[in-house]
């Protein structure tokens, strides 16, 4: 499939925070690294139109395009080297007061200086547009295959520090049901359009008519644009699959400690009901062994001392 601008604004403009979403477009503008100069006149472009929430999005595409690019050739490096000095200006500064992100922008420059991605001078240039008196913290985000992940993305901890709750874990496990590259309905229809000779390397050497082939290669472009994002959603996949199981481990982990610390509880208060009611059983026993005071017979009152003791005599 030929490079078209209006169906790449469109996938600017469905683009979101997970990192299934950049790797994807990441691998379908590599795929057309051949329009490297339109692609990134687009991207600049649409990130200057774009929300000031939006613009870090575009930061983390550019990240990926032009480190995962770079084995296949230097056309994205040179490109986003024309121009990432306006991109980076306009970023700053319409993140000015979102120190969480100018500090995520940081960090991709980091990245970029110590894996040489692009020059020394150039780094700091591109450093001197960030807003002057703010506080760094280059440590902010997490690293993952060198693709700087999304706001979104959090390392999951460990059991020493704390758990997983249990919302995180079932929202992991239901966005992974929803996103995933093997339930897609959809790419199963599409794979089941592609020809036969798309597969077939000998059936393509007996084709002779050039209109044919022109027409299979079309297919085979189509193919390959399909199967490369294909293969990326479930790269991607493999990669959340992982993050949930270990995530499930740790989370399995602490609730087997919680078992135990529950079970341990127990025992110590099923031991201290058992003392309670001992207490109350021989309470009870000895309020029995009490006499029934309200059984005794009233008292007649003591008699006057006078009744006791004759009148004196006169």
């Known amino acids: 499939m030929s490079f078209n601008t209006g169906s790449f604004v469109g996938k600017l403009i469905e683009l979101n ?17 051949r329009n490297a100069q339109q692609i990134v006149d687009v991207w600049f472009q649409q990130l200057t139109k774009s929300p000031k929430e939006r613009k870090l999005l575009f930061m983390f595409l550019s990240n990926d ?68 008196g703010l506080r760094s913290d280059s440590q902010s985000e ?23 709750d249990p919302d995180t874990v079932i929202r992991s496990l239901i966005n992974l049901e929803r996103g995933s590259a093997l339930q897609d309905s959809r790419i199963k229809q599409q794979f089941s359009t592609i020809p036969n000779e798309v597969w077939n390397v000998q059936a393509v050497e007996k084709i002779t008519d050039r209109k044919r082939l022109e027409t299979l290669l ?27 199981a270990a995530m499930l481990k740790e989370f399995v982990m602490h609730q087997k400690e919680q078992l135990r610390s529950v079970e341990s509880r127990l025992t110590e208060y099923q031991g201290k009901l058992q003392k309670v009611q001992a207490v109350r059983t021989q309470l009870q026993s000895h309020l029995n062994s009490l006499p029934d005071l309200t059984t005794v017979t009233k008292l007649e009152p003591l008699p006057e001392p006078g009744s006791l003791f004759g009148a004196p005599d006169d």
Not at 17 to 33: D, E, K, P, V, Y
Not at 96 to 110: C, S
Not at 229 to 243: A, D, G, P, V
């Open 17 to 33: 925070n997970s990192q299934q979403s950049i790797q994807t477009l990441s691998g379908w503008a590599i795929h057309h690294r």
């Open 65 to 132: 395009i032009i480190q995962n690019s770079k084995r296949k050739g230097n056309e994205f490096t040179q490109e986003f080297s024309r121009v990432l000095p306006d991109a980076l200006s306009h970023t700053y500064k319409s993140a000015v007061e979102d120190l969480k992100t100018i500090n995520q922008i940081d960090r991709i420059l980091q990245i970029w200086k110590e894996r040489e991605i692009f020059g020394k001078d150039f780094i700091e240039k591109l450093q001197s547009f960030r807003p002057k």
């Open 218 to 244: 079309k297919s085979v472009d189509n193919s390959y644009e399909l199967l490369s994002q294909h293969r990326i959603r479930l790269q991607t996949e493999f990669q959340e699959r992982n993050k949930v």
């Open 142 to 164: 997490d690293q993952t295959d060198g693709t700087l992940l999304s706001p979104t993305k959090k390392r999951v901890r460990s059991t020493s520090d704390s758990a997983p």
